[in-house]
């Protein structure tokens, strides 16, 4: 787009962005572009086309233009979730909405209130800077026909994101509520988002609708356009609302994980990675008596700029230095650190040797399906993780005498699966209850570890000794990540045409087996980007551009048999080292991502 094609696309953007802010910010970069070659490349990237809609919401650097997360693209969203929720559904929709912390999230969450009130809806607004597994706690504990989360999860400061999940009459499958969206779902919003109106014509409830619950579903005052398009102050949410009551209850039904009334002897060292987790846990934790807990106080209290770590991510390195330090310097137990809207969970613990090891999100994911494998008062009968997770919990499943499932990337697939008990993925989330929260909970995942720390503790065992024991069962699974962060996301196109063109013969030392492009339909998992190649040997490499980030990601995987007591461990590290190195020289990318773990 010429430069002056690019500024009156934003002087037409900025005609109808509803926030002052964002609007100055924009025609800011329009009066430098003439003149700074830096401003109209900004302006560009600022008006590069609607951020896309799909199964993972919106996500996006906050900023002006319709490239970035702001109040305009946020009302528009909105709107298109309430049009599709009115075709589906019909009128008077029941819609929670949360938001964590981030910055723009307490505007977003203004805007997408008065967008649903003004359509008409029953607007459930949950108390401010919560975690997103209270969110999908409320869409099935409300019965609400859908949720809406405004968050970024882990992703960098920058960015924000709008999440969606569907419920009530908006499914037919009672496994599917409370769920984040799928196909044809994210499709038909996105349609109803495109053909949705400017930003500053979708109509808007007053204020005083969202003050009152009374008033939010009074037809004379929804279908009065004086009063849907008040100028006033952003909507604030509903006092007294059922949605107030959620976060007590979610509290509640987390705490219950340890049934137990004494008081917990796990000494327990806890980061929420500067966000909206820690006030949650803590108050799960003083609940179901675990008290012997310390806090990283550097990263406690919730921070939109993530001041102490490069990305908020548990899994980067570095991200539980303070964690690790704490826990030697108070011999602590365990070490938990929730990502910063907590729907994550990462874990530490200590080793024989007197070291502290973070467990891989396939170690923990190993230990506490074995634990719901077991654990026969849980309802459901079914394990699942996705397809890129290890296979170790398949082979957990068959033991215990379960059905065993592998889906594609992602909850909004995991926690659809029928009769499901326990679900996870290997980017270290964990649904421990899906009856309750059908989504990955780090809050949950937590309890859960603390309770399997406890009872292998009244056992003489530790985490590491039942990691043992499920290797010399059934071999030792060894997982290892392989990413490439670009600046160019062609390049990752091309990277996956050169893999689908000269696929690997041999991966360290042994034939390839099996090749499969799981674009291509067929099987029993609709169609993805990603390819998979499995060996003689049992290693498998599955390689898949990442849905939230600008990234190449490869998963890797090794079996090695064990004999008596010896875990061959470094020999599985040793493997996986050189895969990494032959899948690298495949795919032609100038170096792995070293913010990986």
């Known amino acids: 787009m010429d430069p002056t094609a690019v500024t009156r ?46 199964t993972a919401g919106l996500r996006g650097a906050v900023g002006a233009g319709e490239s970035r997360m702001n109040v305009a693209v946020v009302t528009r969203a909105t709107a298109g979730v309430a049009a599709y929720l009115t075709a589906v559904v019909g009128p008077g929709s029941r819609v929670v909405v949360g938001c964590d912390a981030r910055h723009g999230s307490a505007e ?52 924000n994101g709008f999440k969606v999940y569907l419920g009530g009459r908006a499914v037919s499958d009672d496994d599917a509520r409370g769920v984040q969206i799928v196909s044809p779902a994210d499709t038909e919003i996105a349609a ?120 908020p991510n548990p899994e980067e390195p570095g991200a539980l230095d303070l964690s690790l330090r704490l826990a030697a310097a108070t011999d602590a137990d365990v070490v938990i650190a929730l990502d910063p809207d907590a729907d994550r969970c990462a874990v530490a613990i200590p080793t024989r040797e007197g070291r502290w090891r973070r467990l891989s999100g396939d170690e923990t994911g190993a230990v506490l399906g074995e634990q719901a494998a077991a654990d026969t008062t849980r309802p459901g009968d079914t394990l699942a993780c996705s397809i890129v997770s290890g296979r170790l919990l398949g082979r957990i499943a068959e033991h215990h005498g379960l059905r065993y499932r592998a889906t594609l990337t992602g909850f909004k697939w995991i926690a659809r699966t029928p009769g499901l008990r326990f679900g996870y993925e290997e980017a270290i989330g964990y649904c421990t209850d899906p009856q309750g929260i059908r989504d990955k909970d780090g809050i949950g995942a937590m309890m859960r570890v603390i309770t399997l720390v406890e009872s292998l503790r009244e056992e003489g065992r530790t985490v590491e000794d039942l990691l043992d024991e499920l290797a010399r069962r059934h071999g030792l699974y060894a997982s290892a990540p392989l990413s490439f962060r670009v600046a160019d996301p062609d390049l990752i196109t091309a990277a996956m045409d050169r893999l689908r063109r000269q696929p690997p013969t041999m991966l360290a030392g042994s034939p390839v087996t099996e090749w499969r492009d799981l674009a291509v339909p067929g099987g029993h998992l609709p169609p993805t980007d990603g390819l998979l190649v499995e060996t003689a040997a049992g290693d498998r490499v599955i390689v898949r551009p990442s849905g939230t980030e600008p990234k190449l990601k490869c998963y890797l995987e090794v079996i090695l048999p064990c004999t008596g007591s010896d875990i061959p461990r470094e020999r599985a590290r040793e493997r996986l080292t050189t895969i990494a190195a032959e899948i690298t020289a495949h795919l032609r990318l100038d170096r792995p991502d070293r913010g990986e773990r």
Request: net charge negative.
């Open 9 to 54: 696309a934003a002087r037409a953007w900025i005609g109808h962005d509803p926030d002052p802010h964002t609007r100055e910010q924009l025609a800011d970069l329009c009066e430098r572009a003439d003149t700074d070659p830096r401003a109209l490349a900004e302006l560009r990237s600022r008006m590069a086309g609607p951020l896309t809609f799909g």
């Open 108 to 159: 977003f969450t203004d805007a997408a209130c008065a967008v649903l009130a003004g359509a008409g809806m029953r607007v459930l607004a949950l108390p401010r800077r919560l975690p997103t597994p209270v969110t999908a706690f409320a869409v099935r504990a409300l019965d609400a026909d859908a949720g809406i989360m405004i968050t970024a999860s882990h992703n960098p400061p920058a960015d």
């Open 192 to 311: 109803h988002i495109d053909a949705c109106v400017p930003a500053d014509l979708v109509p808007l409830a007053n204020p005083a609708l969202l003050a009152d619950p009374g008033l939010l579903n009074d037809p004379v005052l929804l279908n009065d356009p004086v009063l849907l398009n008040d100028p006033g102050p952003p909507a604030v949410p509903a006092g007294g609302d059922p949605a107030d009551a959620v976060p007590e209850q979610y509290i509640a039904r987390v705490a219950g994980y340890r049934t137990r009334g004494d008081r917990c002897a796990v000494r327990v060292v806890l980061t929420p990675m500067h966000g909206v987790g820690g006030e949650t846990a803590m108050r799960v934790l003083a609940l179901a008596n675990v008290v012997d807990v310390q806090v990283v106080p550097e990263q406690f209290d919730p921070d939109p700029d993530f001041p102490t770590v490069p990305f």
